[in-house]
């Protein structure tokens, strides 16, 4: 399951995922992603992450009723529609998807933003960009062109 758009699609979930996100990225470090497991799992629950939920639910139910075959990718339709630069989400379960996705929408203003500065300035992917979730909350984009290979950090 792919779901690429433009920045303003993923702009109307970025209320809930910073709401959501918020004791996540307060209390980073280096046992963070444990020591907020269960406190993420709450903010699930509440009114104002419940877009947020609804989408992560969304996802979790398709990959269970595939089995697992059902790969989960977001991202954006830059450089086009058809490859983007994109984040592949392998969790399985709705609160454990929520995570990624919510890094991603809080962060896709500026991801879109650098993504086409560098296809503006000639450094358009010939694929897929990567995108990959960083332990310490950022993101970053690799991909190729037909010269080099390129990365962008967003913390």
């Known amino acids: 399951?792919?779901?690429?758009?433009?920045?303003?699609?993923?702009?109307?979930?970025?209320?809930?995922?910073k709401w959501f996100l918020k004791p996540y990225l307060e209390t980073l470090g280096p046992i963070a992603a444990h020591a907020t497991c269960d406190g993420l799992a709450?903010?699930?629950k509440k009114d104002e992450v419940k877009?947020?939920?609804d989408v992560a639910t969304a996802l979790a139910d398709a990959r269970k009723a595939s089995s697992g075959r059902v790969e989960i990718v977001i991202g954006l339709d830059i450089p086009n529609p058809h490859f983007g630069t994109a984040l592949h989400i392998t969790q399985d379960s709705a609160e454990e998807i929520?995570?990624?996705?919510?890094?991603?929408?809080?962060?896709?203003?500026?991801?879109s933003a650098i993504m086409k500065a560098e296809v503006e300035a000639g450094r358009a992917p010939t694929g897929r960009a990567v995108v990959t979730l960083e332990k310490d909350g950022g993101l970053t984009a690799r991909w190729l062109t037909t010269e080099s290979a390129h990365e962008k950090r967003i913390p």
């Open 1 to 17: 399951m792919q779901l690429l758009g433009p920045v303003a699609v993923w702009l109307s979930l970025l209320y809930p995922a």
């Open 51 to 53: 877009p947020l939920a």
């Open 42 to 44: 709450a903010l699930f």
């Open 98 to 111: 929520a995570l990624p996705l919510a890094v991603f929408v809080t962060r896709a203003d500026e991801l």
